[in-house]
């Protein structure tokens, strides 16, 4: 099996096992606790938030560790709302639903939404979000990089724009930590969400970066954990793994970079080379290099994917229910019709892909299209 959907999770590298074995055997203690026990344990968390940090650009008293990206999405976005008590978000429509959902539900609490369109290649554009600013704008909210087809957004300009306006401003950076460079500064991220399990860190962790000067009310209520933002014991040994994940990646990240993109292009020449018509979803370049989103004329993705069900792990955006397929909400928004966007796979690599793995898998794919 060629494990080819490393955008919906990764597995656990190396030394992220190591350290988090270590941990579980013998860190037990409570990080709020006085004694020796309690001590190793909240410094393993306080070491785990400067690696954090340290890979976006942050300083470690900013960093809120949560249960992964959709309560630091939801942790941004009601923690903005719960403050203000009404007025205006600005997002775009092609959001992972950790913050859309969240949104339709502040709308039917009397907030109001202007969900931004994209262009064909998935990008919002700035100066109409400029333009949509209101006097009640609380918040604006647009993903870093999409999840299905790695379309990077221009949030440094996003973030400019929000900072000359004194509007909070959040990036769901779930896909791109760990893939391409990401720094609060350079992107006036005023909040800022990073998944561990999205680059070879454990699942049920992750964090929301908060600048000190930007306020939150929490959503949970209990002791004083995290700055009072999270309340809860911590998960310590996830946290160490965390940290781990995120010192590779600072080590890696070039490396990281290069490799995916010459394997991704790789295998994008391969299947354009032999299947006439393909159709590359997103921009060309400014994209995750790890992410390709594929249509395939004349197919339906998820039956492609069932004919390589025992070669190739990936997925596609469209859903399935009662055994009809919808297309994907982000490909439509980019002005796919049905037919193409029900004929998109996702295919996302890893640091772990190998040019071998990608020349197998293109031999695969191009067999399983034309029995099609
Ligand atoms: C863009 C984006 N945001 C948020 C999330 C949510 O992360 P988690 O499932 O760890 O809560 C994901 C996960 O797929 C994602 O791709």
């Known amino acids: 099996m060629i494990y080819l959907d490393n955008n919906a999770t990764t597995p656990l590298a190396a030394e992220v096992i190591r350290a988090m074995d270590k941990c579980l055997r013998t860190n037990f203690g409570n990080p709020s606790s006085g004694h020796s026990f309690g001590i190793t344990a909240r410094k393993t968390v306080e070491h785990a938030r400067e690696k954090v940090a340290g890979l976006i650009g942050a300083s470690p008293d900013e960093i809120i560790f949560t249960s992964g990206g959709t309560e630091a999405n939801n942790m941004a976005i009601f923690g903005t709302a719960k403050r203000f008590g009404s007025g205006h978000i600005i997002t775009s429509s092609i959001e992972h639903p950790s913050v859309l959902k969240p949104l339709k539900y502040l709308e039917q609490h009397g907030f109001s939404v202007t969900y931004l369109p994209v262009d064909k290649y998935g990008f919002i554009s700035p100066a109409s979000l400029s333009r949509h600013i209101r006097k009640d704008t609380i918040l604006i909210t647009v993903m870093h990089s999409n999840n299905e087809t790695g379309v990077l ?157 025992n070669e190739i792990a990936a997925s596609t955006g469209s859903a399935c229910h009662e055994g009809k397929h919808t297309p994907s909400a982000v490909l439509k928004a980019m002005g796919l019709s049905d037919e193409q966007a029900l004929s998109a796979v996702r295919l996302s690599l890893g640091r772990d892909t190998t040019e071998q793995q990608i020349k197998k898998a293109a031999k695969a794919i191009v067999r399983a299209y034309r029995s099609l």
């Open 153 to 309: 957004q221009p949030i440094g300009k996003i973030g400019s724009i929000a900072r000359e306006r004194r509007i909070a401003f959040h990036t769901d950076a779930a896909q791109s930590v760990g893939k391409v460079p990401v720094n609060v500064k350079r992107l006036n991220a005023g909040l800022l969400t990073i998944v561990s399990h999205k680059f070879y860190g454990p699942k049920g962790v992750g964090a929301l970066y908060k600048r000190k000067d930007v306020k939150l009310e929490p959503l949970l209520y209990g002791a004083s954990h995290e700055n009072g933002m999270r309340p809860g014991t911590e998960n310590v040994c996830s946290i160490a793994g965390f940290g781990t994940a995120a010192e590779i990646a600072v080590k890696e990240l070039k490396d990281r970079v290069r490799n995916m993109k010459r394997l991704s292009g790789l295998l994008y020449d391969e299947l354009r080379g032999q299947i006439p018509g393909i159709k590359l979803n997103g921009h060309p370049a400014k994209r995750l290099p790890n992410t390709l989103n594929i249509s395939f004329p004349g197919v339906i993705g998820s039956v492609l994917l069932e004919k390589l069900e």
